[in-house]
């Protein structure tokens, strides 16, 4: 284990990250709850405990959990499972504290090929957009990657950051161009674009369900890979890592996670960029216990905050990605002015 | 000693003649994009005009049309690139530009606000947007002031409230109708369509102050890359350098996202574009201006002329012409410390 801020015994030390972890999973089962409850039709427990195992088509309280707060309760689960862990994983191949999950194109690619679905094939619905969302992504992030393997030293932290910037610039463009000319396709991309969880169906939960359960257990494996290169390529590689094989899988993990997330829920910013930051400042410096936090605090995180966004805008709803943002970022800037610098 | 000196002057040779280079570029695309456009001016009209020897019609084609919105195209770009190359160095990652840090983002929220919810256009959004951003940055900075500005807190503080601004302008587009999101989606995109005299007199003004302050600091900034301590030895005065740094930084991108609104990717892909061209490890502060400004001017021609009657606006193409070119440099530099 890598030095700590505070050195501890490594028994204390565990015993006291174990601790913290029952609790983190503690908050998450009670905000999955709260998701099942909070709505514009409030229902006490035991009513949604009765929905869950007797669904009947007549009765109302039925149709709401399991046709509506379920899905999009698991889709939120899941895609805070994947952001916080892709986040994770972006920062520590990168070596770049900015690096964000939708910096490999993931994001950019998967927009534009929802646009594309859109305006040419005439799709509308929220388990529609996922394959295009996911062969765009997927599509991006090769063209970001190869570009960055290009040359003798292979694909550099920096030059994956930049080449991932160029790429996702360029698609933006892209998106914009077709976006001018089709009003249409504005009209439903400006809702995609926004990130929500409301009218997905269990279609989008077993769509993504699999390539996140995969994306995880890859990502959850790298830990020990991410502290190697965290010390630098040389030390790592003296430490008998192959630094290509460990670049090409966390960039199939990243691509698995984040592509899936933003298939189900729109490109939700931010979520993957702060929930590492936020699991570092708890747990110090080893990725492995990193890659745990983020992937509980982010799933905490996101479906808190779409909860908070059916209760603000009572009837109404705000849009998941807008609360993450208003929520998430005063935390975060408070996070960052309490303790001093930060580094990676 | 003297092999420090030999490439010491090997490397501002280079450096000049990179910006000689990108100096007679920015010259030829300006005088191409004159003699562009529906008038169907010549070459020799147009320099006569220039001169003061034009009639009526090619001086208001001219003087009141296309060079308004050149010189704004050549200083937008020019103010966009110098301050993402200020942040580049500042924070010392490649990855930090005004779009990052919250500038462009608060800038984009002031201005879906002002178009969507107040209705303004004109010179009244720009002077909008401007006071906008200030506040804006003023937030970040007092929010990333403790004792002391560290360059990571502020991007920091900055990706906190751009994530804020951001949700504010989804929130505004989703709630706005479909005819005023598209006219701010083209704002947000950034467009040199709306460029007037009196506007760009106003971005003038603020280029002549802050582009040769940025540029005068391009000694502190190679310094405070080396870290803090030996810049501190080096005689450097750390804080005081970067917080002006980080100021004018902000000022440059604030004016120009004031005029033309927030043009992504040229802050970001001018310094590095200009740092390869130079071969330095240092900020390259006047090529980085230079390519900027025949960034923007290229783009803003292909925009208006590329697709026959139809008016883009320049940020659609900014990105589509500066990403490929930054993804060759990135594949054919392959020294350390070049290619990153």
Known sequence: MPAQRAPLPSGVRRRRLVLGLVGCLLALAAVLVLSLMVGANALPPSDVWHALWHYSPDDQASLIVVNSRLPRTLVGLLAGVALGLAGTVMQGLTRNPLADPGLLGVNAGASLAVVLGIAVFGVTSAAGYVPFAFVGAAL????????????????????????????????????????????????????????????RDMDVVRQVAVPIAVGAVVALALGRALNGLALGEDVARALGQRIGLVRVVAAVAIVLLCGSATAAAGPIAFVGLIVPHAARRVVGTDYRWILVFSAVFAPTLLVACDVIGRVVAYPGELQVGIVTAVVGAPLFIALVRRRGGVSL | MSRVRATRVARRARSVRVAVVLAVLL????????????????????????????????????????????????????????????????????????????????????????????????????????????????????????????????????????????????????????????????????????????????????????????????????????????????????????????????????????????????????????????????????????????????????????????????????????????????????????GG
């Open chain 1, 140 to 199: 991006a992030s090769v063209a970001v990657y190869s570009v960055a393997s290009l040359g003798r030293e292979g694909a550099t932290p920096v030059k994956l950051a930049l080449a991932g910037a160029a790429v996702s610039a360029a698609l933006g463009s892209l998106v914009t161009a077709v976006l001018l000319t089709d009003a249409q396709a504005l009209d439903q991309l400006r809702f995609w674009e926004v990130g929500a969880l409301a009218g």
């Open chain 2, 27 to 338: 010259v030829l695309a300006c005088a191409t994009s004159l003699c562009l456009g529906d008038a169907g001016l010549s070459p020799a009209d147009v320099a006569r005009t220039l001169v003061g020897q034009g009639d009526a019609l090619t001086d208001f084609v001219v003087f009141d049309l296309s060079l308004p919105r050149l010189l704004t195209a050549v200083l937008v770009g020019a103010c966009l690139a110098l301050s993402g190359a200020i942040f580049q160095s500042v924070v010392r990652n490649p990855l930090a530009s005004p779009d990052i840090v919250g500038i462009t983002a608060s800038a984009s929220a002031a201005g879906v606000i002002g178009i969507v919810l107040l209705g303004l256009s004109g010179l009244v959004l720009s002077g909008f947007v401007l006071a906008g951003t200030v506040c804006a940055a003023v937030v970040i900075y007092l929010l990333a002031w403790r004792s002391g500005l560290s360059g990571y807190r502020f991007v920091l503080v900055g990706i906190g409230v751009a994530a804020i601004a951001s949700a504010v302008v989804s929130y505004v587009l989703t709630r706005s109708s479909l005819t005023d999101s598209r006219d701010a989606l083209v704002w947000l995109t950034g467009s040199l369509n709306g460029a007037t005299s009196e506007k760009l007199a106003v971005l003038a003004l603020g280029a002549a102050v802050l582009v040769p302050l940025a540029l005068a600091q391009a000694g502190a900034l190679e310094q405070l890359e080396l870290g803090d301590d030996t810049a501190a030895a080096l005689g450097t005065r750390v804080e005081r350098g970067r917080a002006l740094a980080v100021l004018t930084g902000v000022a440059l991108a604030a004016i120009a996202v004031a005029a033309a609104g927030p043009i992504v990717f040229v802050a970001l892909c001018c310094g590095q574009i200009a740092r390869r061209l130079v071969r330095s490890g240092a900020p390259a502060l006047v090529a980085s201006a230079l390519v900027g400004a025949l960034l923007l001017v290229v783009a803003d021609d292909l925009a208006q002329y590329a697709v026959p009657g139809t008016d883009y606006p320049v940020g659609v193409v900014t990105g589509i012409v500066g990403a490929p070119y930054l993804l060759w440099l990135l594949t054919r530099t392959n020294r350390a410390g070049q």
